[in-house]
């Protein structure tokens, strides 16, 4: 999955011979906090209204005054994982995008870098979600993926973090079945710690037990 295939169909970008008063018409005609900055279909960089207001002139050309050069535009074959990296490290709105030829293509928005990382997390597929927790040392990929094909059930999407303050790693499970009692059984048989489930159907009832596994694991 590439992240030029979730391009934004809006032209966020505006041309360096523009003038300022332009730029700032087009932020607000689009109710956007960012415009693309190019040199025909060449990438030059960003613009924003605080950037914009701060030109004393507003008929002077956007060539004439700083322009942002971050965030670093993608490739069009990079990973959507990629353009969410970006997007947090410098807090913007757009990610601009460019061909194999370096020229701009377009951007991705918040909205079309949550619609892949969904996709990616086949988070519009029905079923359970699974937080486990184990042991750093402890942790095999292969017996959870083990256990959940035991019960003819199936992964479809698997996360994990280092919980470093009990050395244990947490495990997101986006499972395609939603009667998952069986499965949680065999987890806790395991010794893994059930920390969530989401959309289940209720047939695992536990919740003192999982209760008191949630207690110690946070006073591990």
């Given at each position: 999955?590439?992240?030029?295939?979730?391009?934004?169909?809006?032209?966020?970008?505006?041309?360096?011979?523009?003038?300022?008063?332009?730029a700032?018409?087009k932020?607000?005609?689009?109710?956007?906090?960012?415009?693309?900055?190019?040199n025909g279909?060449?990438?030059?960089?960003l613009?924003?209204?605080?950037?914009?207001l701060?030109?004393?002139?507003?008929?002077?050309?956007?060539?004439?005054?700083?322009?942002?050069?971050?965030?670093?535009?993608?490739?069009?074959?990079?990973?959507?994982?990629?353009?969410?990296?970006?997007?947090?490290?410098?807090?913007?709105?757009?990610?601009p995008?460019?061909?194999?030829?370096?020229?701009?293509?377009?951007?991705?928005?918040?909205?079309d870098?949550?619609?892949?990382?969904?996709?990616?997390q086949?988070?519009?597929?029905?079923?359970a979600?699974?937080?486990?927790?184990?042991?750093?040392?402890?942790?095999?990929?292969?017996?959870?993926?083990?256990?959940?094909?035991?019960?003819?059930?199936?992964?479809?999407?698997?996360?994990t973090?280092?919980?470093?303050?009990?050395?244990?790693?947490?495990?997101t499970?986006?499972?395609?079945?939603?009667?998952?009692?069986?499965?949680?059984?065999?987890?806790?048989r395991?010794?893994?710690?059930?920390?969530?489930?989401?959309?289940t159907?209720?047939?695992?009832?536990?919740?003192?037990?999982r209760?008191?596994?949630?207690?110690?694991?946070?006073?591990?």
């Open positions: 999955m590439l992240i030029g295939q979730f391009l934004s169909n809006a032209d966020f970008s505006i041309q360096n011979t523009d003038s300022i008063q332009q700032l018409e932020l607000q005609d689009m109710l956007c906090k960012e415009l693309i900055v190019l279909d060449e990438y030059i960089g613009v924003n209204e605080i950037i914009l701060e030109a004393e002139d507003e008929e002077a050309l956007l060539s004439s005054i700083p322009i942002n050069t971050v965030p670093i535009p993608l490739k069009f074959n990079q990973h959507p994982y990629d353009a969410l990296v970006m997007m947090t490290v410098y807090s913007g709105t757009i990610v995008i460019l061909d194999q030829d370096n020229k701009y293509i377009g951007v991705c928005t918040q909205l870098i949550l619609k892949a990382i969904s996709l990616i086949s988070q519009n597929e029905s079923g979600i699974i937080v486990l927790a184990i042991g750093l040392h402890d942790f095999s990929l292969s017996q959870i993926a083990h256990l959940v094909e035991s019960d003819n059930c199936r992964i479809l999407n698997c996360a973090k280092i919980n470093l303050d009990t050395d244990n790693i947490e495990v499970l986006k499972i395609d079945k939603s009667n998952i009692g069986a499965l949680l059984n065999s987890f806790l395991h010794n893994y710690i059930i920390l969530e489930t989401h959309n159907i209720a047939s695992f009832d536990d919740t003192a037990d209760y008191q596994q949630l207690m110690n694991y946070i006073n591990i």
